[in-house]
């Protein structure tokens, strides 16, 4: 067989792609790899969930040693950003990963390729590729994992320029801090680069369509949020859309609609965080009858095999929520179905966190997504300012809500805005995935001082019988 031929070729080299191909190997299939990127990690590690991050990290230090450090009776006296440092720190964090990534491939022999990537025409059921790169060559396999993720949507009356009309990608990378930063879009990317360059120092303006920011969230975690980015200064609109933009020299003067009320808001950069849309443009599909459905991603089966056969799909291409480890978990089970294993997903059981501060993470249904099923709930919420750690740590804002049936107790759901919430979802998202119910938590030990407390407590305010609350 040819030195070219492969029992799996999988497209993209991000969160969902690379993993897919390590476990493939390690399954015992002969895999190759193909990302159009100099650097492995994908959309993710490049320019997305590690760069953020990062730079939110360092502006959380900056800002809370600016503002924080006095109360703990640490003088500091004047504080100096280095913007230049901050993101070499940044860079080479990335760099850092991106280069473990290709060593988990030598180390899996998983041949890399670089270039972009075409489908082309099956041979009979052969499944075929071309990559473009300082030379044109052609893979073939038994299969095709297309891994491709996806990347911001583009208005058409804002289209990007990367100078004032800028993404998320644009928004790592700036060199200088700018004055005001108008930001459209209330989700987890606009919030997250919105709260990182307003603790740098600019004046943040967040616009949102919609009644609340983070529309997918639990209205209550939301306006808790959005209570403690506005003492943070970042000034937000609901049910705010931007008509139109004059763009001059130095400055842009955005024209902004609030129920036919117009207003005018000068600004020096314009963040479009208006969501994100399959990366299946440049893949050839219609080569091997492949379409995109209405939502612009593609049919599949269960076994994530799309409906041409031989090609399959994962992570941002396919429904589902746009996660990095959605996408890994979809690239595991995947490969493990590939080999004859019954692997699972747990839908539900998957995190959403957004790393603003405080932290918002939640797992499981809402309290509307229950109404609306007609399922019977009761309720439980703790809030951290009555934590011992949290008030320790100078970090209490916030609270746990956990959902659970009446009867035998089983969590339902559970939604955080807090200290580290993201890190305090995964217990609870693994008591979730196994059915697990408030009766388990109450029986649980939880050392103190420790966020984790809140937890339990939570659970136990369900049935009112909090310690604590």
């Known amino acids: 067989m040819s030195d ?26 002969n895999v190759a790899l193909v990302e159009k990127r100099d650097t492995l990690g994908g959309v993710c590690l490049n320019e997305g969930c590690i760069p953020s991050k990062a730079l939110l990290e360092s502006s959380e230090h900056f800002a809370r040693t600016r503002h924080e450090l006095a109360e703990h009776g640490v003088d500091v006296g004047e504080v100096k950003l280095n913007l230049k440092q901050m993101m070499t720190r940044k860079e080479e ?13 030598k ?14 025409p099956k041979d009979g059921d052969t499944c075929r590729v071309t990559i473009r790169a300082d030379k044109e060559q052609e893979l073939s396999a038994k299969r095709i994992l297309l891994a491709t993720g996806s990347e911001a949507i583009e208005l ?22 700018p004055k005001r930063l108008l930001v459209v879009g209330g989700g987890v990317i606009g919030l997250e680069m919105g709260s990182v360059w307003s603790r740098l120092g600019a ?13 997918q969230t639990d209205p209550q975690i939301a306006q808790t949020l959005q209570r403690s980015l506005k003492k943070q200064g970042l000034d937000i609109r609901l049910k705010t859309r ?125 309290e509307e ?19 011992g750690r949290a008030l320790c740590s100078g970090m209490s804002d916030g609270f746990i809500k956990v959902l659970a049936t009446p009867d035998s107790g089983r969590i339902l759901g559970v939604h955080i805005v807090g200290p580290h919430a993201s890190e305090l979802i995964a217990p609870a998202a693994t008591v979730y995935s196994f059915g697990g119910s408030i009766h388990d938590l109450a ?6 001082p420790t966020l984790s407390e809140t937890f339990k407590e939570a659970a136990l305010a369900v049935n009112k019988e909090a310690i604590h609350a």
């Open 4 to 29: 070219t031929h492969y029992d799996l070729i999988v497209i993209g080299a991000g969160p969902g792609g690379y993993v897919a191909a390590i476990r493939a190997a390690q399954l015992g299939f």
């Open 93 to 105: 964090i990335v760099s850092k990963l991106t280069g473990g990534i290709a060593g988990l491939m």
């Open 107 to 120: 180390k899996n022999k998983i041949k890399v390729y670089q270039g972009a990537a075409k489908l082309l």
């Open 156 to 177: 058409k009356h804002l289209p990007f320029d990367g100078d004032k009309i800028i993404n998320a990608r644009d928004a790592l990378s700036l060199t200088d801090v």
């Open 203 to 215: 004046q943040v303006t967040v616009v949102e369509m919609l009644p609340q920011i983070l529309p």
């Open 242 to 366: 931007l008509d139109k933009i004059a763009v001059a020299d130095k400055e842009i003067t955005a024209t902004l609609n609030a129920d036919d009320k117009l207003e005018e808001v000068i600004c020096d950069k314009i963040l479009v965080a208006a969501g994100r849309r399959a990366r299946t443009d440049d893949l050839n599909l219609e080569v091997v009858d492949l379409q995109p459905n209405k939502a612009g991603q593609l049919d599949i089966d269960e076994n994530f095999q799309t409906t041409t056969p031989g090609i399959y799909a994962i992570g941002d291409l396919v429904a589902g929520p746009m996660l990095a480890h959605k996408a890994s978990d979809e690239g595991v089970v995947f490969a493990e179905r590939l080999a004859g294993q019954a692997a699972t997903i747990n839908y539900p059981g998957i995190p959403a966190v957004t790393y603003t501060w405080p932290e918002v993470a939640s797992v499981g249904h809402t």
């Open 369 to 387: 997504q229950l109404k609306n099923k007609g399922i019977t709930f009761n309720a439980g919420k703790f809030f951290f300012n009555a934590n």
């Open 443 to 448: 029986v649980t030990s939880f050392a103190h």
